[in-house]
T-cell receptor, first 110, second 112 residues
Framework: QKEVEQDPGPLSVPEGAIVSLNCTYSNSAFQYFMWYRQYSRKGPELLMYTYSSGNKEDGRFTAQVDKSSKYISLFIRDSQPSDSATYLCAMTNTGNQFYFGTGTSLTVIP | DGGITQSPKYLFRKEGQNVTLSCEQNLNHDAMYWYRQDPGQGLRLIYYSQIVNDFQKGDIAEGYSVSREKKESFPLTVTSAQKNPTAFYLC???????????FGQGTRLTVV
């Protein structure tokens, strides 16, 4: 079983839709959770960083962590064509090593 | 501007050659990482370093080597022992004890 599971998609939505991206994980020791956005042929860009359970909001983006279910989510409100990218979840317990999902490819159609 | 700089952006290697990918950061981060990204496989850890002059193997270290002589620099050498080196290579750094990782823009290595 992989440490982190993420549906690769692809996911296609109309502009303005609410997007939900999810990851599950198996290691209950993970405490730090991150979401990255990666455009084609570019390095991943950190979008959200959360510690332990709960919600965190930043503009159109909301990250949720449910440690009891070992499940994390990223919500994108009022999605824009510029949000079209691959979204990677990542997590760690110490910062010594990060565990990444395989990424979900998102296309927002104008 | 603080950040992580990888060079070159594109690199071509002939069979049997060693090549070195550069990674420099001015974020004053202690930890640095090298990942390989292949389609459908996500990021796989090659090597990481928590402090100068010390580094550890990741999941796919065979055929790669690194050095960490300066805090700012963590070059990766892809040796001829790496049989399938064509991939997108990403360097990252983080503050040890603080856990966000920040990435460079990557190097695309192609064997010709």
């Amino acid at each position: 079983q992989k440490e982190v599971e993420q549906d690769p998609g692809p996911l296609s939505v109309p502009e303005g839709a609410i997007v939900s991206l999810n990851c599950t994980y198996s290691n209950s020791a993970f405490q730090y959770f991150m979401w990255y956005r990666q455009y084609s042929r570019k390095g991943p860009e950190l979008l959200m960083y959360t510690y332990s359970s709960g919600n965190k909001e930043d503009g159109r983006f909301t990250a949720q962590v449910d440690k009891s279910s070992k499940y994390i989510s990223l919500f994108i409100r009022d999605s824009q064509p510029s949000d079209s990218a691959t979204y990677l979840c990542a997590m760690t317990n110490t910062g010594n090593q990060f565990y990444f999902g395989t990424g979900t490819s998102l296309t927002v159609i104008p | 501007d603080g950040g992580i700089t990888q060079s070159p952006k594109y690199l071509f290697r002939k069979e049997g050659q060693n090549v070195t990918l550069s990674c420099e950061q001015n974020l004053n981060h202690d930890a640095m990482y090298w990942y390989r990204q292949d389609p459908g496989q996500g990021l796989r850890l090659i090597y990481y370093s928590q402090i100068v002059n010390d580094f550890q193997k990741g999941d796919i270290a065979e055929g790669y080597s690194v050095s960490r002589e300066k805090k700012e620099s963590f070059p990766l050498t892809v040796t001829s022992a790496q049989k399938n080196p064509t991939a997108f290579y990403l360097c990252a750094s983080s503050v040890t004890g603080n856990t966000e990782a920040f990435f460079g823009q990557g190097t695309r290595l192609t064997v010709v």
